[in-house]
């Protein structure tokens, strides 16, 4: 199967540390999107790239939240200084970028901070 | 915001059909009606789409009104692991835009 992949799958730190999550898409989708979903609501968007390029990122929760997708093949989701309410799960979607594509998601990253 | 409004929760008997309705009164003429699920603590799993014809495929089938502002997802025989949260997202592609913007979904339930 060459379906998205994340890892880790589940997160456990405390508060204060930083976290790095890892996506990567299916082959050759030029398009990566993090989202995140927490309990009870749908996913919410974050950010997105195309090949490497970051091209929204204004709905990155804070400044403690970067992405980085330097090869334009994985992408990697920092969060510094995690606060509990970071606890979430964090989800990564590709697509192939074309109008009217389909954005395929990965199993999450599912974080809890102490 | 969502631009969809869908129920919250829906009951359907294992082996009977189920329909999924959403409503998307401010759609505009380029963006499309996207249909994912999400069974528990996974990802969202893609259902189907379109943009103004009707739309099956292996897992369901996409009604879309003609006037588009509402639609139904029909899953022809549920089962048990059709169990999900069912998400009715629009959304337009090409150009900068390229983000999902999920409301609540409807709770399916399918019951023995």
């Known amino acids: 199967d060459t379906g998205v992949s994340q890892d880790p799958r589940h997160k456990i730190t405390k508060r204060g540390q930083n976290v790095t999550f890892r996506c990567d898409p299916i082959s050759e989708h030029n398009r990566l999107y993090w989202y995140r979903q927490t309990l009870g609501q749908g996913p919410e968007f974050l950010t997105y790239f195309q090949n490497e390029a970051q091209l929204e990122k204004s709905r990155l929760l804070s400044d403690r939240f970067s992405a980085e997708r330097p090869k334009g093949s994985f992408s990697t989701l920092e969060i510094q200084r995690t606060e509990q309410g970071d606890s979430a799960m964090y989800l990564c979607?590709?697509?192939?970028?074309?109008?009217?594509?389909?954005?395929?998601f990965g199993p999450g990253t599912r974080l809890l901070v102490l | 915001d969502a631009k969809t409004t869908q129920p919250t929760s829906m009951d359907c008997a294992e082996g009977r059909a189920a329909n999924l309705p959403c409503n998307h009164s401010?759609?505009?003429?380029?963006?499309?009606v996207y249909w994912y699920r999400q069974i528990h603590s996974q990802g969202p799993q893609y259902i189907i789409h379109?943009?103004?014809n009707n739309e099956t495929n292996e897992m369901a089938s996409l009604i879309i009104t003609e006037d588009r502002k509402s639609s139904t997802l029909i899953l022809p025989h549920a089962t048990l692991r059709d169990t999900a949260v069912y998400y009715c997202i629009v959304a337009r592609y090409g150009g900068s835009q390229g983000n999902l913007i999920f409301g609540k979904g409807t709770k399916l339930s399918v019951k023995p």
């Open positions: 401010t759609i505009s003429g380029n963006e499309y």
């Open positions: 979607a590709s697509s192939s970028g074309r109008t009217g594509e389909t954005q395929y």
């Open positions: 379109g943009l103004k």
